[in-house]
């Protein structure tokens, strides 16, 4: 007979949806502000620092670096619940997760990043899954990525950035960079045919950035196609199929036969959050918050942060230092009574590799103005080798030990 007693329903005072770059930092900021009784719901056993993934499939890290249990950084004081939202209940304020259990809150922070649609382009998940693909966008398409690029000496490289929203856009060029360096110093780069596809009109759509990176281009001779949409990809063939902006209405599609390709996938809102009733038409699938304090438009004890916020900044983990702390500073005055004062300024941050040893440290706002952060150093955005060292060996530090737990 089926057991038809109700589920009992746990309870939290702030219940945060995803233990990633964004929920891991709320919660920890919050437990340090003295908020009691905080619930992360996420389901994977491990922690990935996403960035070091383009350094994975560069060849400058290991992929066993990238990843931590999730028990290990999940703040002290923090409980950590290992289920998945299924559906997020609004009017009652209550979440029922995968389990089959429910979770009620007195205020929710949604932060279960962007889901990646490998599906979403014809043959790019059977090209991932063929010996000739790869992608920096996951750990196991990462670590198949650094051999692959290593042992190229001669033929096509084919690398493609999609359009549509993403979680650190540019980072499908990072790798590209790196790879050229290498071929470089083994004198192969000028025997090898990389192409780049970006969506946009150029190729990071910010001037003294596209400058640095064009600068780059021309030195390891890469063709870039400029507002490429990929159309299909034939893993037998190893041809990508897709059009450009210039190719005007009736032009024939270009097609390109690929050695290696390295491929960042189309990517779009958790589908659970529109099926929730928390978007709205602008928001394009996303949680609809106010882009400066972080709160929904509607229900006045939901927030969210990270690259699931319909926000109007470039979705990057940079972008999370400034914004929960912000949701903090809210989160903190509401619970006191008051009302939310902080207000978020669109920061985002890229950093570009564009060598084995030096880098572009591309930061700007929501309206794509260069906004360096660090003091004393307006020229972030040229290449150099310091930026290098922040990206490849200061940041992997302050995340594990000071963004993850809330200190920074
Ligand atoms: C290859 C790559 C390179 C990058 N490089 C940089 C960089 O150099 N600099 C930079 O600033 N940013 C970079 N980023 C972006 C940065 O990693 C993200 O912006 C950041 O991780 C977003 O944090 P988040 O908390 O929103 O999402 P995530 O960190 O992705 O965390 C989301 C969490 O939610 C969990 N989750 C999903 N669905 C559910 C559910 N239904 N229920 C419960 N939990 C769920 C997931 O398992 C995950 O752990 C990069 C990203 C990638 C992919």
Redesign the pocket.
Known sequence: MDDLSPTVPRRANVAV???????LSIAGRLCRRGVADIVV????EE?CY??L??HVAGGTARASQTVRPQAAVTPKGVTWLQ????HIDAERNRLELGSGELLEYAHLVV????RQDWDAVPGLAAAMLSPSGAS??LLDLAAKASPMLRDVRSGTVVFIQPPGPA??AG?AQKPMYQACAYWRRKGVLSGIRVVLLVPDATIFGIPEIDAELERKVAEYGIEVHTGARVQEIDADQRTVVFTTDSAAAGARAHSVTYDVLMAEPPQSA?P?IEASGLSSPDAEGFVDVDPRTLRHRRHANVWA????AATTNS??????RKQTKVLADNLVAVLGGGEPGAHYDGYG???FTVSRSSAVFAEFDDQRRLAPSIPFWRTSYRESRLAWII?RHIFPHIYWHLILQGRA
């Open positions: 949806i995803g233990g990633g770059n964004g929920g719901i996420e389901p994977q922690h996403k960035p993934l383009s289920d998945a939202v299924a932060a279960p990043g962007i920096n966008y979680s650190c980072a958790p659970f942060v990270g690259d699931a979705k990057s983990g940079g972008a999370l941050v890229c950093p990206d």
